[in-house]
């Protein structure tokens, strides 16, 4: 199971430096940022960066609440942040962490850069963790390379980023 946490204003930069300096790989295998790959134009040429699919949010994986507990009160996590954890963490829907596991790469957990082109209006992605997804796709923007898409969650509606380059046109 996977639960989706949103970090506060307050424990953003606290979550950071504690991800970076006090966890181990292993650790941050259970305890993720989901990233999406993009490309940026600086310098005169294209870089491909990683940024994270949903603003301050971060999905820890575990079989319970109580795993959570027993993961987050036996390490060295901060008593103030793992208590909002513990309280504010949410169960992604079954649908919504199946969608996500399609779309990641499972030991990174970032979604690659995918490729496609336009034909008649329509998207066609031809390659990467988009293809056969087109239907979520709802805006491309072919100068940033980027898709927007809009994945129904149970009663609400899911948006997210993730990278397209679209290589023609006609």
């Known amino acids: 199971m996977w639960l989706m946490y949103e970090c506060s204003d307050d424990n953003v930069t606290e979550f950071k430096r504690f991800y970076d300096t006090e966890l181990s790989e292993e650790e941050k295998k259970k305890v993720f940022v989901p990233t999406y790959d993009c490309m940026k134009k600086y310098q005169g040429s294209w870089h491909m960066e990683q940024k994270p699919i949903f603003a301050d949010c971060f999905v820890i994986d575990c079989k319970d609440k109580k795993e959570l507990q027993d993961t987050l009160t036996g390490q060295q996590w901060p008593q103030v942040l793992a208590e909002d954890i513990i309280s504010g963490a949410k169960a992604l829907q079954p649908e919504q962490e199946a969608f996500l596991k399609g779309l990641m790469q499972p030991d990174t957990k970032r979604i690659t850069m995918s490729t496609g082109y336009i ?49 023609s046109k006609n």
């Open 119 to 167: 034909k008649d209006g329509i998207t066609y992605v031809t390659g990467g963790p988009l293809l056969g997804r087109e239907k979520f796709i709802r805006k491309i923007d072919r100068h940033k390379r980027l898709a927007w898409l809009m994945i129904p969650a149970g009663n609400s509606i899911w948006k997210m980023s993730a990278g397209l380059e679209i290589v």
